[in-house]
């Protein structure tokens, strides 16, 4: 069975401020009733093909995630706590080491928690399509056919058939966030997909993956694991340790740079919540386009997303706004421009 693993950890600060590092976006209800993790861990539910999942998070949202999982029946998850963000490749690379500890033939599935999937069904048959590739040895990385030129993901070059009239290529080259020149370059050739950020790795390969391209890392988290403690139901990293632990992402570190990937089409509908206009273009809408979260009255307003938290949010001849209200702010921006939300929050922790 797959080890599925919940990555935790980001703070989603583009969906400020409903999204803070206090409580993330991942533990919040988005789209429908369950948040974002618990509808993640529901998409991995499958116990023929599935263990229970691990989560790697911030140790200060260890109570919300284990009620979170425990309300949708998972009752014995492994959740490793971090003292702070490492970045993707340190929590991916602590998740490989606990795994192939328990197996040395263990094949995990490293998750993000802020993705929306429709299908399930479509998740599992793509998971089902990779895992031969990873159980050869192979990292198996999802491709999504590109929407727009989007900066914000990894762009992947699919290469030659892994076998003859095998939908599964070999990645050619891989590009984490490539600016929008680069993008519209690669998009000119339509060998480009969109990396889904989903991975599949058989955990020993992927350990001597990182013991040749980034030593630094696997040094430290299999000293912050040496040195982890028992905490009721967690386990907790060793600060110390961890704190010396570069902070870098699975794509730069490792994906970039290996030779070693395939890539499987993911014939499951896939969407980033990463934004509020994902969060629009996702929700449902009234006649005139606009998403209304809460109280509004609008007159002569348009494709806007409005979200009162508590308070009415009144808006008169206005187009393409996000507003949304939290007890303490209120965020007004066009939707074209909430990609730069999260700089405006680098900046107000700048300011304190
Ligand atoms: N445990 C832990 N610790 N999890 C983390 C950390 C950390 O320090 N940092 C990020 N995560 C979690 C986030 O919560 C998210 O669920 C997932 O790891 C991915 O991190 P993001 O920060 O959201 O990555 P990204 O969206 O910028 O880029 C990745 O995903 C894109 C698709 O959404 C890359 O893999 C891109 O190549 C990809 O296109
Ligand atoms: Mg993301």
């Known amino acids: 069975r797959i080890v599925p693993v919940l990555l935790s950890g980001g703070a989603g600060s583009r969906l400020w401020p409903l999204s803070r590092e206090t409580y993330p976006k991942q533990l919040l209800s988005l789209l429908g009733e369950n948040t974002l993790l618990q509808q993640t861990a529901l998409r991995v539910d499958d116990r023929s093909l599935f263990d229970e999942p691990m989560v790697i998070a911030n140790a200060e949202h260890r109570f919300a995630i284990g009620e979170q999982l425990r309300a949708v029946g998972i009752d014995r998850p492994t959740i490793v706590l971090e003292p702070f963000g490492r970045n993707t490749a340190p929590a991916v690379a602590i998740a490989a080491l606990l795994a192939s500890e328990n197996d040395p033939d263990a094949v995990i599935l490293a998750m993000p928690v802020d993705h929306w999937v429709r299908d399930h069904a479509a998740f599992r ?13 192979r990292f198996v990385l999802f491709g999504v056919r590109p929407l727009s030129a989007a900066t914000g993901f990894g762009y992947i070059r699919m290469g030659d058939e892994l076998e003859a009239a095998s939908p599964i290529r070999n990645v050619a080259s891989f590009v ?7 993008v519209e370059r690669l998009l000119a050739c339509d060998e480009h997909v969109w990396n889904s ?38 386990l907790r990293l060793d600060e110390r340790a961890f704190e010396a ?11 970039e740079k290996t030779d070693n990937a395939v890539a499987v089409p993911a014939t499951f509908d896939w969407s980033d919540v990463g934004s509020w206009s994902a969060l629009w273009s996702m929700a449902e809408k009234d006649q005139s386009g606009n998403v209304v979260i809460g109280d509004a009255v609008m007159e002569d307003t348009s494709g806007c997303y409005v979200r009162g938290d508590g308070q009415l949010v009144a808006a008169l001849g206005v187009e393409d706004l996000v507003i ?19 700089k405006l929050v680098e900046r107000l922790k700048a300011n304190g």
Do not use: N, W
């Open 125 to 137: 048959a793509a998971i089902s399509m990779g895992v031969t590739a990873a159980r050869y040895g």
């Open 176 to 182: 984490e966030k490539p600016d929008l020149v680069t």
């Open 197 to 234: 950020g989903i991975f599949l790795l058989p955990a020993r390969q992927f350990i001597d993956e990182l013991a040749h391209r980034a030593p630094d890392v696997l040094a430290a988290c299999r000293k912050a694991l040496t040195g982890a403690t028992r905490d009721l139901d967690f």
């Open 245 to 255: 632990c570069p902070s870098i992402s699975m794509d730069y570190a490792i994906m």
């Open 324 to 342: 949304a209200t939290s007890p303490d702010v209120v965020l007004v921006t066009s939707r074209k421009r909430d990609q730069d939300v999260g």
